[in-house]
């Protein structure tokens, strides 16, 4: 049974670039959320994502947006990069309608910023 | 609104000894508690759920957790710690309705040899 799998695994962008997270969710699962860990940090929730729409959305700017697409997998995507954006971001997926709230986290993908 | 509180970014014990990890939480409605271990480089692990079942639940690698509705509380503790429990520690809050976790700050647990 595949858990949540994310790509790339680290990733190094200039400031003012552009960049773009996938994200895979765990077998029957299909709601996708996205976090922000900055390093000593717990997760920030940026998103999340159910029937193809942004159900909820975090304290986070328009410059991060995202997409689920048909097959419940996701993407994030990150405008105009800060320093202040390197940081783990983490996905997680869960069932939607089920009594366990619980939420399987990938490994996460690391950003950096420079 | 939901609020975590994490006591105690950083805790050392011995190996053997007991893993005491406290966790505060804020809500107005009844609440879903998690703990998540993190080891490094690593994603997030589930260690435990509270969904209003039983007060005192079980997780995995011995660590339990007890829901105490007076006290707002739900602490994480194993009764003889392990090398292997070496990693940061998240407790996590949510609601029914709504769909994000909030997090406390991580607390850093060492085992000493």
């Known amino acids: 049974d595949a858990g949540v799998t994310q790509s790339p695994t680290h990733l190094i962008k200039t400031r003012g670039q552009q960049v773009t997270l996938r994200c895979s969710p765990k077998?029957?699962?299909?709601?996708v959320s996205w976090y922000q860990q900055a390093l000593g940090q717990g997760p920030q929730f940026i998103f999340q994502?159910?029937?193809?729409?942004?159900?909820q959305r975090g304290n986070f700017p328009d410059r991060f947006s995202g997409h689920q697409f048909p097959n419940y997998s996701s993407e994030l995507n990150v405008n105009a990069l800060l320093l202040g954006d390197s940081a783990l971001y983490l996905c997680?997926?869960?069932?939607?309608?089920?009594?366990?709230?619980?939420?399987?986290f990938g490994p996460g993908t690391r950003l950096t910023v420079t | 609104a939901q609020s975590v509180t994490q006591l105690g970014s950083h805790v050392s014990v011995s190996e053997g000894a007991l893993v005491l990890l406290r966790c505060n939480y804020s809500?107005?409605?009844?609440?879903?508690l998690f703990w998540y271990v993190q080891y490094p480089n690593q994603g997030l692990q589930l260690l435990l759920k509270?969904?209003?079942?039983?007060?005192l639940v079980k997780g995995i690698n011995g660590f339990e957790a007890e829901f105490k509705k007076s006290e707002t509380s739900f602490h994480l503790t194993k009764p003889s710690a392990h090398m292997s429990d070496a990693a940061e520690y998240f407790c996590?809050?949510?609601?029914?309705?709504?769909?994000?976790?909030?997090f406390g700050t991580g607390t850093r647990l060492k085992v000493l040899a």
């Open positions: 997680a997926s869960s069932l939607a309608g089920g009594n366990s709230y619980e939420q399987y």
């Open positions: 077998s029957g699962h299909d709601t």
């Open positions: 994502y159910y029937e193809e729409e942004e159900r």
């Open positions: 809500s107005s409605v009844p609440p879903y």
């Open positions: 509270y969904t209003s079942a039983a007060t």
């Open positions: 996590a809050v949510t609601t029914s309705g709504t769909y994000k976790y909030i």
